[in-house]
Structures are given as structure tokens and as C-alpha cells.
């Protein structure tokens, strides 16, 4: 392979880890709201559960196109999990609480092995990039993280106006890195959209579904397979 494209989330940084309990309670203290341990555990619970739940995917489908529709669509969500939540307090606080936390790239946990393979992917001489269904910017991840000098490129859903399984959104990761699909490894851990880069020709990896917190991710197999 001449360069690799990787997924973000449930690839590179850890979905099931960004709500946490103190981050939820320090971001609704911004916003005037008190929450206990157990308030802010629960409040994570139903937010959740009302944003994964079958109607809710389906009303998130597609959202990932803008910004701007991307925080209307979960907060809308977010908003009917938070009614009732708290009496007397105002759903939409408690929501934009929820979203300011999953919206902010510095709440986002990078796997183990995500610094240590990217840093020996650069080192190997090859290219890679993200791709990412996302409605906010992920960058400051990887400045984070230390890497974002290294990325090749980012190709985000809400800038493309294009999501994931779409040929053209594969397509135009390709162009970003200046490879050819059929040279380009494709690394994610889901079927459905990932897997769609194999229509533009892409090999694919996918990661197993099964994941531990703060545990390697897995991603040295992609080196061996890109030959680095």
C-alpha cells in the first residue's frame, strides 16, 4: 500500500469513553447547573440510550453532512432525553451540556496504540489520512495528541458535505492524500459505512468490534499489512 486512510471514532480515539461524569458535571457548572456523581451518571445513561436507540439513529442519519445540522439534530435529541430530567431546570442546558462534551476534541481519548502507529507509519514514509462521519472539527485531537503535523489529511463528513458509505467521500479522501484508491488502505471498525470504501476499490481493514478501555486498539496489524 502506498498510504492509509483511518476512521476516528472506535479506530483511532475511544467513542465509548468520551461522556464521562466529571467532564458532564464540569461542563453543566459552566452553565449554572449543579449535578451530583449520580445525576450526571444518569443523565449520561438516557442521553445515550435516547441518541442510539432505533429512532434515534434514524433521525441522526444523514446529520453528519453540516455543522450546524449536526448540532441541531443532538441537541434536538439530547434535549428529549434531558426533559423532566431535573424539575424545575431547563432541558436545553442540561442538553447543550451533554453536546459541548461530545462535541470537544480534547474530551475525546486517543487508544494506546494510536500515537506510537501513526508516528511509525510517518517514520515508514507512508502517507496517511483521517476520514470521519463527525460534525465538529477533530483536529485539536491531534494536535493533542502530538500527530496532526503528521496526518496527511482531514476529511470530515461536515466540511465535504459528503458521510460515509458515499463513494465520493472515499473518493475525495483519496484526492487529499494525491493516492490512488486502489493503493490506499482503508482502517475502520465499521461494516456499514467503512466498509464502503471497498466500492472505490480500497482495500479495507476492518478493526473487531470487541474493544477494552484503555487498551491497544489493535492498529499495529495495520503497519504489517501497508508493509511499514
Known sequence: MDAILFDFAGTLFDDAAVLTVTGLRAAARVRGVALDHEQAARLIEVSLATVDSPEGRARRDGCDRSAARHRAVWTELLTAAATGFLPGQEPGTLADAVYACLSDPLCWRPYPDTAPV???????????????NIGWDIRPAFAALGVADLVGGFTLSCEKGLVKPEPAMFEAACADLGVPA????????????DGGAAAVGMPVYLLPDHRVADEPRGLAAVLAIAGG
Open 182 to 193: 486502489g493503493r490506499t488502505l482503508f482502517v475502520g471498525d465499521d461494516p456499514a459505512t
Open 118 to 132: 501513526l508516528t511509525a507509519a510517518h517514520r515508514a514514509g507512508i502517507p496517511f489520512g483521517v476520514v470521519s
